[in-house]
T-cell receptor, first 113, second 113 residues
Framework: QKEVEQDPGPLSVPEGAIVSLNCTYSNSAFQYFMWYRQYSRKGPELLMYTYSSGNKEDGRFTAQVDKSSKYISLFIRDSQPSDSATYLCAMRASGGGADGLTFGKGTHLIIQP | DGGITQSPKYLFRKEGQNVTLSCEQNLNHDAMYWYRQDPGQGLRLIYYSQIVNDFQKGDIAEGYSVSREKKESFPLTVTSAQKNPTAFYLC????????????FGPGTRLTVL
């Protein structure tokens, strides 16, 4: 079983819809959770960073962590065509060093105008 | 502008040739990383460096080599020993090795003919 599972998509939704992107993981030691957005042929950019369980909101984006279920989500409200990209989740255990970041494979999101 | 630059954006090489990918950052970050991204795969760590003149192997270091002679620079050499070198290569940096916030460069797409 892979450490981090993420549906590759593509996930296609109409403009203005609420988008839900998810990752599941198996390592209960993961404490730090990140979401990156990657446009085609570009490097990933950090969108959201959360520690342990709970929610974090930043504009149209909300990151949610449920450690009991080993499940993290990224919600995008009022989705825009410019949100079309691949979204990567990443996570790390407490005390993990520089080699400790584990990435999901990414979900390809398409927002239809 | 502060950031990470990678050059070239596209690189073509013949099989059996070594090739070096450039990565430069002016963020004054101590830690730098090299990842490989293949279609349908997550980011896989090749090498990382937490400080000048020191670096460690990541998950898929075989067939690659790096150097860290300057804080700003972390070049990656793809050697002829790498069996499947065609991929998208991403360089990243963070304030230090314990930071989860990694900033990525734009990437280099290497194609071996």
């Amino acid at each position: 079983q892979k450490e981090v599972e993420q549906d590759p998509g593509p996930l296609s939704v109409p403009e203005g819809a609420i988008v839900s992107l998810n990752c599941t993981y198996s390592n209960s030691a993961f404490q730090y959770f990140m979401w990156y957005r990657q446009y085609s042929r570009k490097g990933p950019e950090l969108l959201m960073y959360t520690y342990s369980s709970g929610n974090k909101e930043d504009g149209r984006f909300t990151a949610q962590v449920d450690k009991s279920s080993k499940y993290i989500s990224l919600f995008i409200r009022d989705s825009q065509p410019s949100d079309s990209a691949t979204y990567l989740c990443a996570m790390r255990a407490s005390g993990g060093g520089a080699d400790g970041l584990t990435f999901g494979k990414g979900t390809h999101l398409i927002i239809q105008p | 502008d502060g950031g990470i630059t990678q050059s070239p954006k596209y690189l073509f090489r013949k099989e059996g040739q070594n090739v070096t990918l450039s990565c430069e950052q002016n963020l004054n970050h101590d830690a730098m990383y090299w990842y490989r991204q293949d279609p349908g795969q997550g980011l896989r760590l090749i090498y990382y460096s937490q400080i000048v003149n020191d670096f460690q192997k990541g998950d898929i270091a075989e067939g690659y080599s790096v150097s860290r002679e300057k804080k700003e620079s972390f070049p990656l050499t793809v050697t002829s020993a790498q069996k499947n070198p065609t991929a998208f290569y991403l360089c990243a940096s963070s304030i230090d090795g314990g930071s989860d916030t990694q900033y990525f460069g734009p990437g280099t797409r290497l194609t071996v003919l």
